[in-house]
DNA sequence: TCACTCATGTAGACGCGTCTACCATATTGA
DNA sequence: TCAATATGGTAGACGCGTCTACATGAGTGA
């Protein structure tokens, strides 16, 4: 009942304060205000209220002009922050192929917000790749079919599936330019690669929406679709690269 | 040259007014003060200040007491983040079966912070589950390898592989606790649920990791490990239940 | 038409996390 | 031994994003 611990959950900065202060000890065995500094690009300055916080809250012990430790409960938190961190990391670069480097970048960022929940199916999903023995041929898969020198082509060379399953998934899929009027599809994939792709991408057709074409101007040019409530227009060679799962006609 | 827009990059909270604008806009064609601050949770009083901005940098029309509009460049940017959004929602809901409304909340925090390259091969990911031949069945092997009741157990059931495969594959998982001083794996998953699996995960055993058996305690009870540079503790119970594949003793 | 209501806007405050500028202390080397 | 230097700490400022309390306007019913 006592409210004697001011524990509110620690802030994204005080998060990487201790992440760093951990990093530290385990590396050079103690952590000084200016190491800190520098592993985070801040000023000393503005390290020292941090530190403050820190040394409240009974995550590290903070006396003026002594090195900066853990103490146990500093310690568990900064370990399981950083578990956060590696899980992410691994995540990136091992299953989804992202550098290391962006991937050390962006688990940072991630590692704060991500929920448990996701974390934990994140862990699931490293668990199965490791353990499940049709897991690693899985991420070669994946490689293979969606990866292959950054560029998103189609699924042929790697997937060890029939000939005739190949030719029917082959055979459903089509480019949002071959709909006519009131047809619609469920989009696959988007084809090629560079700033068309992205721009498509940011107008919200990723996998799995579905689009209804609403009209072809006269000319043929641009197109008008309709997907989750909002209508837009798409140049003829924009609409080339979006591959649909053509939808039954109702 | 001119520097003319101070065209500083969105804030979260920019980030978050913005697309909640385009969501009113594109539910209820307007947009008013009093919505988005229901929308966001926040109070009216907050939201002025934020719409002053965005209008400063030209992405909404904002003039007292009017309705609040997205200009081009504003819907432009609006959609950007909102695909952002729904690409996340997506991957953690199908591909790693995040319920809907936590995969909503992870979505919402993420989207700020992943980079595009990070977002790319998610995405890559997502049309490699709908395009490739092979990609529906990797989820359903991932669900029944590890998400089974979400309990993380051996993969058995659904793989497709042969018999042998497996039993070699079951044959080098060993558990920590049968590892010898000295020798060493890399982990593979951590067998079952609660607060004991997350305990093991807080101390950054997660998959991948290489751990090596420093030494066991007479009792047999606590015993000491190493990995990537720390060492630590681990009861019985707790080692037990951490499976590797073991490496080649030196 | 006039008071009431409610959405909108203003003013001022606060906490966080950073900064710059300056002060204090400890270490070191001539 | 004592001054130079590097490290740590203090004070005060600022921007952001929020809040509360209050003011202003615009539509509405009696």
Same mark, same amino acid.
């Given at each position: 009942m006592s409210d004697d611990l001011p524990n509110t959950d620690l802030s994204e900065s005080l998060e990487d304060y201790l992440e760093t202060i951990f990093e530290l000890v385990r590396d050079h065995k103690v952590a000084r205000i200016r190491d800190i500094a520098a592993a985070r690009d801040v000023r000393s300055a503005s390290v020292i209220p941090a530190m403050r916080r820190l040394a409240e809250m009974g995550l590290i012990t903070y006396e003026k002009r002594e090195f900066i430790d853990l103490t146990p409960e500093g310690d568990m938190t900064a370990r399981r922050i950083y578990a956060r961190h590696r899980t992410l990391t691994r995540f990136f670069r091992? +299953?989804?192929?992202?550098?290391n480097d962006i991937a050390q970048k962006d688990a940072c960022s991630l590692e704060h917000s991500l929920s448990d929940e996701g974390m934990d199916h994140i862990v699931r999903f490293l668990e199965f790749i490791s353990s499940c023995p049709e897991g690693g041929s899985v991420l070669a898969r994946f490689r293979n079919c969606a990866l292959v020198n950054g560029e998103s082509r189609t699924?042929? %060379? %790697?997937?060890? +599936?029939?000939a005739s399953e190949r030719m029917q998934s082959i055979a459903k899929t089509v480019s949002l330019r071959d709909l006519k009027p009131g047809q619609s599809g469920t989009v696959i994939r988007i084809d090629g690669t560079g700033p068309v792709r992205q721009r498509i991408l940011d107008m %919200?057709?990723?996998? %799995?929406v579905h689009v209804i074409l609403e009209r072809v101007s006269p000319a043929g040019d641009p197109i008008w679709i309709k997907y989750q409530g909002s209508q837009l227009s798409l140049r003829r060679k924009e609409a080339q690269r979006v591959l649909l799962e053509r939808s039954p006609s109702p």
């Open positions: 091992d +299953v989804l192929g992202i550098p699924c042929s %060379g %790697g997937c060890s +599936v029939s %919200g057709l990723i996998p %799995g």
